[in-house]
């Protein structure tokens, strides 16, 4: 990884003003946050900069208002959320640029901290106008980026400020990029992937780039079939996608001449019916799928041998359940095979990095989210780090 500023390379920032990059695309119900995970995830970069005696003016983005205002995405209604979190009181601005920013400025004294207005609620947000960017750059000294989540964006506010202004990662955006660096940019070798879910649509570029990537690709999940198929495995009524195939005999030729070994269940758990603890649930070979029936699970045969395979690696990135997780008893496998990537974690054997909206819910379901190395809440950002592309957010910290 090239290398990029971070708040320890911060000169004397008493009085100087900072624009900070960070997620407030909060979860809310009724004009109340129902989840703060993201403002304290902001928290150590907000807290050092005031400590240092900068001037913080927020900047983030809320839902799709697509360049207009849009009072019930108005960042205002976050303000009461985050003075609780950080336990002082934050001043709201509701524009981005201009006079009625310079005049807040002039009203804020060293370590106070503003949010400024939805940045999506201009145009130039994510069309990068770097006239908007300039107008907003105007009234700071630098610029800090915390929002890995957001970087995928080249947005104004994501990738434009960079350019504009003295450049630093934040705190949580240092973890991360540290994190992801160690799990795929510079690994400790034996690496495994664990690429689960629902479809292999969704992830192939992510399969694609994980073959050159990694020693062991497991597959699970939904994705799995799609594979079982293309070897001519009769699937039955599973989710799989036949129409893809094709696709996945390449990816295996891939990592065949990758040398990457890719694994598939053997046995699995089928039933008729998608519900809970059916009456036709049953654990059978892969050759052995009925017609009528749907594989929910990867099978305690295969899921025990993932385990050994695990043990053998360095490091672990995850994403995507390797089962219908949310049905008992069909998080079985899932949770089995997160405990012993935990366990290996606490032993100090394996370091491990999982990601995705559903597996770090899958994670906590088993327990064992505290105990990997890292969990990603990123989303879109993760994948596409997955995939092997170009985060525009981060490029443009790169020194
Ligand atoms: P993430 O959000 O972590 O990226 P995905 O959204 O790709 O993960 O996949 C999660 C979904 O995949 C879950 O809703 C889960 O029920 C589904 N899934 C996993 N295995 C199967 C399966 N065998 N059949 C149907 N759905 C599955
Ligand atoms: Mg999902």
Redesign the pocket.
Known sequence: MSSFKTLDDLGDVTGKVALVRVDLNLPMKDGSVTDDTRIRAAVPTIVDLTEKGAKVLLLAHFGRPKGERVSTMSLSMVVGAVEKVLGKEVMFVPEIAGPVVEQSVGILRAGDVAILENTRFWKGEEKNDPELAKAIAANADFYVNDAFSAAHRAHATTEGLAKLLPAYAGRSMETELTALDKALGNPVKPVAAVV????VS??LDVLKHLVTQVDHLII??????TFLAAKGVDVGK??CEHDLTGTANEILAAADSSGCTVHLPYDVVVSKE?AANPPSLRTCNVHEVAADE????AGPAATEALGDVLKTCRTLVW?????????VP?DAATVALAKTAAALTIEGTLVSVA????????LNHAGVAKDFSYISTA?GAF?EWMEGKELPGVAALLV
Do not use: C, H, R
């Open positions: 689960g879910g629902a479809k969704s992830k699970g999940g939904g994705m799995a079939n599973s989710l998608f749907m594989i929910l699970d994403n995507g359940p390797l089962g219908a997780f949310e049905m069909f990601g995705g909206g559903d597996t770090v819910a899958a989303g994948l």
